[in-house]
């Protein structure tokens, strides 16, 4: 009970044993069994006598009565304590003064504070100073009462203690205050810790939904109010952003409808103070034409807080409660503290959505707004944004329709997540889509768009791969910038990470030459091309985000009501980080090989051979080793190189026009697949079988054709001819 701090003293000091020991032996057993017992008559050993001028002073005893003060005289040697009516009285004490031993006088405490009183005491007594406490004591008919005592103690001649003197008076007013003022003080504390928690909230509110969440779901320490809504100012109408406590068709009501010069909420703009309203007939009284639809709402009392940022109003809050009430000092600071913290949080969520909504906006212009569709492909593209900044950077796709019915595929990334990157991005784009738009090769396109970039003098550079799809053959021609290479699902499910050879970023040399990869494509078969956003993080290395791309491109589709290449595409992409956490954005682009329109034997290989490039010869052999190593019939793989390359090498040597081959492997029920290779060119000139002597350097291609292939032939064509044979899997030799 005690509120002034404890001392920690030494011992107590022994105390001679009261007169009454029965007596002191019942009110401890009382006090052990956590009961307040009170007798009805105290033990008094007999009255004290009237004090004489002598030992009070004449001043001094109307003083002590005026003020309700009573005083104590604590004999220490023998532990006899006297005090006057007053102090009687003060105590509990009916029928004048007592005198009493130090436990008698200690069990008319309350058990909570006679230990600390008797602590302190024993403390002056032992370094003969003050002490003084307050404690409570329960008078017969039960009630508690708070005394406060001080008291000194005074030594003898020798120094040593011999008395203590002191005063008593009630405090119970004067502790009811200091828990008055202790309850204050705890609610003035949870308002601070309030105001920091609301701050805390609303600075990690990005959103202007989120700050409206925000504040709807504040506990107001204190006035727990009935509604919160949160609005936002603009063109002389509200717009609410958020309520609790109010059912729809009320908050709808005022949902963007102008804002009339007598309502309270117009006022707290104008005037840009906030707007206390304790009861109905306030606010009927002084706005009496907003009163009818307020009063439909059920509440009794309102505060309007102008939200004002950079000496704008820009928004209002109003808090409202369901019982009539006047806000005192304090609680108007509180609220007008939290508005302008609204305010603040509010101004600049609405900054951050303008910004997002430019990013989104600038984006969307940039990237293209709908993919063609091109036939015998079918394309899936995603772009995720990243989880910080303007969420807007270099990143894009592109699907490019090319002359001669092929199609392009582009995947890029420019240096940078800023606005200047994806202004750079969208020049890059619109040079690469025009220069393969103009039917350039490949790595023609690549080497112009570097110069291209180059030129610009951005300080920036791109990555960049760039891929023309044959589409009636499904052939890739692929170049890569220093970007990462695709990855193709095949057929039966499985995936591979395609090797491309690569060059420098576009930018960085105004002479840089790329090379071109071939890889074919089955029907079915898919491309996914994507940005290192999706592969590589600050937890995530290139190698490990390849391997995981490659899981995630592998396996089974479900099957779904959506195109199972946009399934395959929502796989991919929900295994990037969230958006919160994703430090760079992502393109994703895939397309897959449907064959071309009316459709074509399921495994087949196309390709054209210019009459010049004789160096296309050996790429030719390499294609046509993987294509039948995945077509299942490798053990058909050395004679068909062997045979495809004599009459390709034949049909450009004795041509001026280039040569069409072409690989078809048939699988027809109950027997053996059979791979059908032909060589189409234009001449009329057609091949002679001879017998070549021994020194001759030609002439022993059809002899070979004859001798290996299970079937040959030529047949004529409009302009020119076919050379063909077959080869059977699993035949004799």
């Not at 005037?271 to 007939?281: E, G, K, N």
């Not at 995603?382 to 592109?398: E, N, T």
């Not at 492997?665 to 032909?678: A, C, K, Q, S, V």
Request: charged share 25%.
């Amino acid at each position: 009970m005690a509120t002034e701090p404890e001392p920690q003293g030494p011992a107590r000091l022994p105390l001679p044993p009261p007169a009454n020991g029965g007596r002191r032996a019942g009110l401890r057993s009382s006090l052990a069994a956590g009961r307040i017992a009170v007798p009805a008559v105290l033990p008094v050993v007999q009255p004290v006598a009237a004090r004489t001028a002598d030992s009070t002073p004449d001043w001094l005893e109307p003083a002590m009565a005026a003020n309700g003060i009573g005083s104590f005289d604590w004999d220490i040697r023998r532990d006899l304590i006297e005090a006057d009516q007053r102090a009687a009285a003060i105590i509990g004490i009916t029928g004048g003064s007592f005198r009493l031993s130090s436990d008698a006088f200690l069990s008319l405490l309350h058990p909570e504070d006679a230990p600390v009183v008797r602590r302190r005491v024993e403390r002056a007594v032992a370094e003969l100073g003050q002490c003084g406490a307050y404690y409570r004591t329960v008078f017969p008919g039960g009630t508690l009462h708070a005394v406060r005592f001080r008291g000194r103690v005074l030594a003898d001649a020798f120094g040593r203690p011999s008395r203590m003197v002191g005063f008593v008076w009630d405090a119970t007013a004067e502790l009811h205050k200091r828990e008055d003022a202790g309850r204050l003080a705890a609610l003035r504390e949870e308002r601070s810790r309030f105001i920091k928690e609301a701050a805390r909230a609303l600075s990690e509110a990005v959103t202007v939904r989120d700050v409206a969440r925000v504040f709807t779901e504040l506990p107001l320490p204190g006035l727990p109010p009935d509604g919160l809504v949160l609005a936002a100012f603009e063109t002389g109408r509200l717009q609410i952003l958020g309520a609790s406590g109010y059912r729809g068709e009320y908050v709808s009501a005022y949902d963007r409808t102008p804002l009339e010069p007598f309502q309270p909420a117009a006022e707290a703009i104008r005037t840009r103070l906030p707007v206390f309203l304790a009861s109905p007939q306030e606010y009927q009284q002084r706005f009496a034409q907003a009163w009818p639809q307020a009063s439909r709402t059920g509440r009794s009392a309102w505060a309007f807080l102008p939200l004002v940022a950079s000496g704008r109003p820009i928004g209002l809050c109003v808090v409202s409660f369901d019982d009539a009430r006047e806000l005192d000092a304090d609680e108007r600071i509180l609220l007008s503290t939290l508005g302008g913290l609204v305010a603040q949080s509010l101004a600049r969520a609405r900054l951050h959505d303008a910004e997002h909504e430019l990013a989104a906006g600038l984006q969307r212009v940039m990237l293209p707004r709908t993919v063609p569709a091109v036939p015998g492909v079918t394309t899936a593209v995603r772009y995720l944004p990243a989880g910080s900044g303007l969420q807007i950077g270099g990143d894009w796709y592109d699907v490019v329709p090319l002359p001669g019915g092929h199609v392009g595929l582009v995947i890029g990334d420019v240096q940078g997540h800023d606005v200047h990157a994806a202004g750079i991005m969208g020049q890059l784009r619109i040079a690469l889509r025009a220069y393969a738009a103009e039917g350039h090769p490949p790595a023609a396109v690549m080497a112009r768009a570097s110069r291209f970039l180059a030129d610009l003098d951005t300080d920036h550079f791109a990555t960049c791969t760039y891929a023309e799809v044959n589409v009636d053959y499904g052939v890739v021609y692929a170049v890569r910038a220093g970007h990462l290479d695709p990855v193709v699902r095949r057929g039966d499910g499985s995936s591979a990470v395609q090797s491309v050879v690569g060059g420098l970023p576009l930018g960085i040399s105004t002479d840089q030459e790329y090379q071109v990869t071939r890889f074919s494509l089955d029907p079915g078969e898919t491309v996914v091309l994507c940005t290192d956003g999706l592969v590589e993080s600050r937890t995530m290395d290139v190698d490990t985000g390849m391997a995981r791309l490659c899981e995630a491109v592998a396996g089974e589709l479900e099957p779904e009501a959506a195109d199972p290449i946009e399934v395959l595409a929502d796989r991919i992409s929900a295994r990037a980080a969230d958006s919160a956490e994703r430090e760079d954005d992502i393109a994703l682009l895939l397309l897959r090989w449907d064959g071309p329109e009316g459709g074509l034997a399921a495994q087949q290989l196309r390709r054209r051979i210019g009459q010049a490039d004789l160096a296309r010869v050996a790429e030719l052999r390499g294609e046509l080793r993987d294509a039948l190593r995945r077509w299942g019939v490798a053990e058909l793989i050395d004679t068909a190189e062997l045979l495809a390359s004599e009459l390709v090498t034949n049909a450009i040597r004795h041509t001026d026009r280039d040569a069409m081959f072409t690989a078809r492997l048939y699988r027809e029920d109950g027997r053996e697949p059979r791979l059908r290779i032909e060589v189409e060119d234009e001449s009329d000139l057609w091949p002679k079988r001879r017998t070549p002597g021994e020194q001759a350097s030609s002439g022993r291609g059809l002899m070979l054709v004859e001798a290996l292939a299970d079937a040959w032939g030529v047949e004529p064509r409009g302009s020119g001819k076919r050379m063909w044979f077959e080869l059977t899997a699993g035949g004799e030799d």
